[in-house]
């Protein structure tokens, strides 16, 4: 009976991770000063893709994923080559994009559970932490995130929303407040808990018949009466249908769509997903064209599940990946477009990257991170640089490429000095306003050095010094890949407390060699000086983090029923949106 209460259980946990810019202009640590005020406030469109590789876009390389649109705004606009995720994984990434700060400063990180898992987990990203979608509406701005949330939902109740977007800044929400999982697609249903826990279906047969054997030796000992042989083995069935029955239903849980507080579609229907993303964003569009807003369209592709609407469908040449990355650029054109028609094309920031790189153990549906080693969940260059493309005709250069160290934690101070608005003074801000690299009045980034945690712990950091063009990165830790790959296969993504430590660290130049092919020696001056700047800086960079509480813990990452949304009363929660595709 014990056995069967723990498969339970387990099966449970498995189913449910200062700077003050006076108004006008923005000073940097170089004594740069832009000046903005000349122009006005633009319109902000913020794109994410979401485990997207840097290798996956034509402008980066790929001639044959067709992502037109993409590459339409690099051409108008500015290429960053060298463009950097905070973590590897999306929920942690996401923290640090919308707030402009590590995520270990926010508590969204962990070292066992790396992500929010399921609808129906306790954490999420704090309320007192502030997003982009904040500090822009100080200055007036309608705010909107469509698509992907996945930084919690309730806290105390199913219907609290202490975590929901329109708690963070954002007026309008529409989307998915986890994410695009597997297990949405209804061909691969329940495939996250028997990827991680494949004989689960006879674990829990096993467990109860074992446990009514049990009880048969104990009535046969006289032990028990007939009775309550009878009622506990009819209890025990019971258990072990309800078992089967959460493990199969797990994509009515996980896939939520929402509009503002209320469920809308449960489960989400995948195929015309994309559609519906992007008709919401571009009604947003229309609505605000005679304010200023920020759009963040954040799209569920390309991770899985990679489900497209039927004209996407097997029209690349890289299967359902390629479909629904071309999907995608579909979208982009069509935000693009609409720009265009209302006349804001010129008076739109408009950005688009990935939350980090795609997940190797995927293999062909997992991504092409180019040829730089490594994946999602990996603080290599596979798994944190990630295509960065943007467009602002007001200010911007069209076919500028920038090869220094930039950030997704970069955007935020950014948009304050586009906005003329003020970033939050009472905290640390570790992101940096680019504008001045963007526009071409700075040559060098103005990140020194770049802190590479995986969960809780430093595993590298970048360094770029003041003067020349190099860029140096030292790895105090690396993956402990699966022999003759760059991922880790038996456990489906690397783990943070299996990595490989390394004293001293391994440093490479990144600006000879960025696929980190020949680690300098340790006896060379050039590293000995380089490793003991690098050393002295995270003394520094750990005396400013401040212990907070640890929103991926186990207990906050354990599902809760009582916490899950849904769209009617119990056992009747399935609805559907109507829609019809154009």
Not at 44 to 49: D, N, R, S
């Amino acid at each position: 009976m014990w056995v069967a209460y723990y498969n339970c259980w387990q099966t449970f946990v498995v189913l449910q991770l200062m700077f003050t810019f006076p108004g006008g202009e923005a000073k940097q640590s170089t004594g740069t000063t832009i000046k903005v005020n000349d122009v006005q406030r633009p319109n902000i469109v913020l794109l994410m893709a979401d485990d997207l590789g840097i290798g996956d876009i034509g402008c980066f390389g790929n001639d044959t994923l067709r992502t037109p649109n993409i590459d339409s705004i690099a051409a108008e606009g500015v290429k960053l080559s060298h463009h950097l995720a905070a973590e590897s994984m999306c929920t942690p990434s996401r923290a640090a994009f919308l707030t402009g700060r590590y995520p270990v400063r926010s508590g969204m990180v962990s070292d066992k559970f790396r992500a929010l898992l399921y609808p129906s987990n306790s954490g999420g990203l704090p309320r007192n932490e502030t997003t982009f979608a904040d500090v822009v509406k100080t200055v007036n701005y309608s705010t909107a995130l469509i698509g992907k949330w996945h930084q919690g939902l309730n806290l105390n109740s199913w219907n609290d929303h202490h975590y929901h977007p329109l708690n963070q800044g954002f007026d309008y929400f529409y989307g998915l407040p986890n994410g695009n999982m597997r297990d949405c697609d209804p061909s691969d249903e329940s495939e996250t808990v028997i990827r991680r826990l494949p004989y689960i279906y006879r674990h829990i047969m096993l467990s109860t018949l074992l446990a009514v054997t049990t009880l048969l030796v104990l009535r046969e000992m006289s032990l028990i009466s007939w009775k309550l042989l009878f009622y506990l083995s009819v209890s025990m069935v019971i258990v072990a249908g309800v078992l089967l029955g959460l493990v199969r239903s797990i994509r009515i849980f996980n896939c939520v769509l929402m509009k503002d507080f209320d469920v809308i579609e449960q489960p989400v229907q995948l195929e015309t997903l994309t559609s519906r993303l992007t008709r919401e964003a571009i009604t947003f569009i229309k609505e605000n064209k005679k304010r200023p807003f920020l759009l963040f369209l954040a799209y569920t592709h390309p991770h899985t599940a990679l489900v497209t609407s039927d004209k996407f469908k097997g029209q690349s040449q890289h299967g359902r990946y390629g479909d629904c990355v071309e999907e995608m650029d579909w979208s982009v054109g069509e935000i693009l477009k609409t720009l265009k028609e209302t006349g804001l094309s010129d008076d739109t920031f408009v950005y688009f990257t990935s939350d980090h790189g795609g997940e190797v153990e995927l293999g062909v549906e997992g991504g092409w991170n180019g040829n730089f080693k490594g994946g999602k969940g990996q603080s290599t260059e596979g798994g944190i640089r990630v295509p960065a493309v943007v467009r602002y005709p007001r200010l911007l250069k069209p076919g500028t490429v920038i090869n220094e160290p930039t950030s997704l934690m970069d955007i935020l101070p950014t948009l304050s000095v586009l906005t003329e608005a003020s970033p939050p003074s009472d905290r640390v801000v570790d992101g940096r306003n680019i504008l001045p690299l963007l526009t071409g009045k700075e040559k060098v980034s103005p990140h020194k050095f770049l802190f590479h945690y995986c969960g809780k712990n430093i595993h590298a950091v970048r360094y770029r010094p003041r003067f020349g063009n190099t860029t140096y990165k030292a790895y105090f830790a690396t993956p402990k890949w699966t022999p003759g790959t760059y991922g880790c296969f038996e456990t489906y993504i690397c783990l943070c407390t299996k990595a490989i430590r390394h004293d001293p660290p391994l440093l490479y130049n990144l600006s000879l060699d960025p696929n980190e092919d020949k680690p300098l020696n340790t006896s060379d001056v050039k590293y000995i000086d380089i490793v003991k700047r690098i050393k002295d800086e995270i003394d520094v960079h750990r005396r400013t983090i401040v212990p907070v509480e640890d929103q991926l813990s186990t207990e906050r990452v354990l599902p809760k029923p009582w916490l899950q949304p849904f769209c009617g009363i119990p056992p009747l929660i399935m609805c559907k949106e109507q829609f019809v595709e154009s």
